[in-house]
């Protein structure tokens, strides 16, 4: 059973950036993609972006292409969510998941395995 940790999180003003490290457990992490969800307060938890089991192929929701990037580290066992211009409607529990299978996904339902969420504010 993989375990997912996540450190990090904080408090970023508008416009700055934050990177997010999820490590897993286990010998097998290189073969499944990763995702990251985010919850805001009062709202369902969301799909952010995700990632293939090789990092070859990423695939991002609207709200943050072009200013998130989700990378990973095989042999370390992470993935990092890299969070430039920040805005406060990216407040938020942001979670790490892993996939079902190798390649990315953005529903909730494909993760079999999810960290505990790390909270991420940004000041206006």
């Known amino acids: 059973q993989v375990q997912l940790v996540e450190p990090g999180g904080g408090l970023v003003q508008t416009g700055g950036s934050l990177r997010l490290s999820c490590a897993a457990s286990?010998?097998?992490?290189?073969?499944?993609?990763m995702g990251w969800f985010r919850q805001a307060p009062g709202k369902e938890r969301e799909f952010v972006g995700a990632i293939s089991w090789s990092g070859g192929s990423t695939y991002y929701a609207d709200s943050v292409k072009g200013r998130f990037t989700i990378s990973r580290d095989n042999a370390k066992n992470t993935v990092y969510l890299q969070m430039n211009s920040l805005r406060p409607e990216d407040t938020a529990v942001y979670y790490c998941?892993?996939?079902?299978?190798?390649?990315?996904?953005?529903?909730?339902?494909?993760?079999?395995?999810w960290g505990q969420g790390t909270q991420v504010t940004v000041s206006s």
């Open positions: 286990g010998r097998t992490f290189g073969d499944y993609g």
């Open positions: 998941a892993k996939s079902r299978t190798g390649s990315y996904r953005t529903r909730q339902y494909e993760y079999d395995a």
